[in-house]
């Protein structure tokens, strides 16, 4: 396999992997740029407009990041220096680096008013790193441990009680070649466990796309615009919740959209960065949470988003239904 089907993955100690270039810039996004400091600025910019939205439709709203490996797993990182200080996900919430006293006070009353919206998941993670793999090896995402970390986090952050047993619900091992390790030839694999976590949430809705390309087998080809609804009879939490989310959430039963419905009475998950406002004030949830990738903070989403409108252009007449169907 030739160099550029690797070229953006850092080979780092002991077989760890990690996404260092690629489209998103990944390691360029530790700087100190004016680029990024304006990034910066856009997103709190969008996350308070977001938080005002919410509030005037009388809804709860929360965002969540999840940081990088270099973030949380740097000691094998190999020969490429990591600012932590310079994070995308922590200085969303406490600003970038200032050295002026003045400074620093409006940088605290900024982050102030944004630490109820922002979970932070950098320091809990870095806290944890050294309990269990929060993060596969060969694979830019994170394992069952980091989800479950993630989702502890947010039901903290929602004052909602987690469901106890979902380590305990049953898994298996196999042996696989991650999204990074499957790039290179032979392919670099790992041992991984994974869990069943589906127990009382059942889904109610699946849009066309999603079931047409998992009848085919071609579920792995799914992305932006994706979108699933569970319901769940037996919640101890009977709030409503839409997710706008990206693969770290994702539509299978595997990752954080399951391990929510199975807390709440009604999940919907949307594949999106970015909200769509219209089906948020259609559903009325009681919370809209939003949840991003690190590396895709490069740029700032456009809330202007539409789900019909999107999955009609992007997927033609295997999502014509979608119109129809988009509300429960």
Request: glycine fraction near 6%.
């Amino acid at each position: 396999m030739s160099d550029a089907a690797t070229d953006h993955i850092h080979v780092g100690r002991d077989g760890w992997l990690f996404v260092v270039a690629g489209s998103n810039n990944v390691i360029a996004q530790f700087n100190e740029s004016g680029f990024m400091a304006h990034q910066t600025e856009l997103w709190r910019g969008l996350l308070r407009a977001r938080a005002a939205r919410a509030r005037a439709l009388g809804l709860a709203y929360r965002h969540v990041v999840v940081p990088e490996k270099l973030c949380i797993y740097e000691s094998f990182v190999d020969g490429i220096a990591v600012d932590l200080r310079l994070s995308p996900a922590r200085r969303l919430v406490r600003g970038l680096p200032r050295r002026r006293p003045l400074a620093w006070l409006r940088e605290w009353r900024v982050t102030r008013a944004l630490r109820e919206t922002c979970i932070d998941l950098v320091a809990p993670m870095r806290a944890a790193r050294n309990e269990a793999q929060l993060f596969y090896r060969t694979d830019s995402h994170w394992t069952f441990a980091g989800c479950h970390l993630a989702y502890r986090e947010i039901c903290r952050s929602l004052r909602a009680t987690p469901c106890p047993d979902l380590a305990e619900r049953g898994s298996g091992e196999s042996t696989f070649a991650g999204d990074l390790g499957s790039r290179f030839d032979p392919p670099r694999t790992e041992r991984a466990r994974l869990h069943t976590l589906q127990r009382d949430a059942a889904r109610v809705h699946a849009s066309p796309i999603v079931e047409a390309r998992e009848a085919a087998g071609r579920a792995d080809t799914l992305h932006v615009g994706s979108h699933v609804i569970y319901r769940n009879a037996a919640a101890a939490d009977p709030r409503r919740l839409v997710l706008f989310g990206d693969s770290y959430a994702h539509f299978a039963p595997t990752m954080l959209t399951i391990m929510l419905a199975e807390t709440f009475a009604e999940v919907h998950f949307v594949w999106s960065t970015s909200i769509d406002w219209s089906y948020v004030e259609r559903v009325r949830p009681d919370i809209v949470l939003t949840e991003i990738a690190e590396r895709f903070m490069f740029r700032v989403p456009d809330d202007r988003f539409s789900l019909e409108a999107y999955a009609a252009e992007r997927f033609g007449e295997e999502a014509l239904p979608e119109a129809q169907n988009s509300s429960p």
